[in-house]
Nanobody, 121 residues
Framework: QEQLVESGGSLVQPGGSLRLSCAAS?????????MSWYRQAPGKERELVAR????????TYADSVKGRFTISRNNAKKTVYLQMNSLNPEDTAVYYC?????????????WGQGTQVTVSS
């Protein structure tokens, strides 16, 4: 059964850095999945933070994190990373990992349980 497990969330001071990891298991063909990080702050809707394509590793970022966050993937380790620099309190949220792929007419969409990132002094 496919599973995504996030780790790396923590309390960090403004201006600090964190690296989140998302380890995938049960994925026979992990490399064909587009991988994304989403976040949800209290009282707000879940929003896309960054995405990395399955082919060519093209990346997309929310405007609010461009230049500060970097998404990457290691298909051999079936892991996706989110390097977060210059963190500010507005980055406080639960961060979720997502794997998505359309095969034929079927959407394969998987979510992790989330990891808490708190930016505070």
């Amino acid at each position: 059964q496919e599973q995504l497990v996030e780790s790396g969330g923590s309390l960090v001071q403004p201006g600090g850095s964190l690296r989140l990891s998302c380890a995938a298991s049960g994925f026979t063909f992990f490399s064909i999945f587009a991988m994304s990080w989403y976040r949800q702050a209290p009282g707000k809707e879940r929003e896309l933070v960054a995405r990395i394509a399955s082919v060519g590793s093209t990346t997309t970022y929310a405007d609010s994190v461009k230049g500060r966050f970097t998404i990457s993937r290691n298909n051999a380790k079936k892991t996706v990373y989110l390097q977060m620099n210059s963190l500010n309190p507005e980055d406080t949220a639960v961060y979720y990992c997502n794997a998505r792929r359309v095969i034929g007419s079927t959407l394969y969409d998987y979510w992790g349980q989330g990891t808490q990132v708190t930016v505070s002094s």
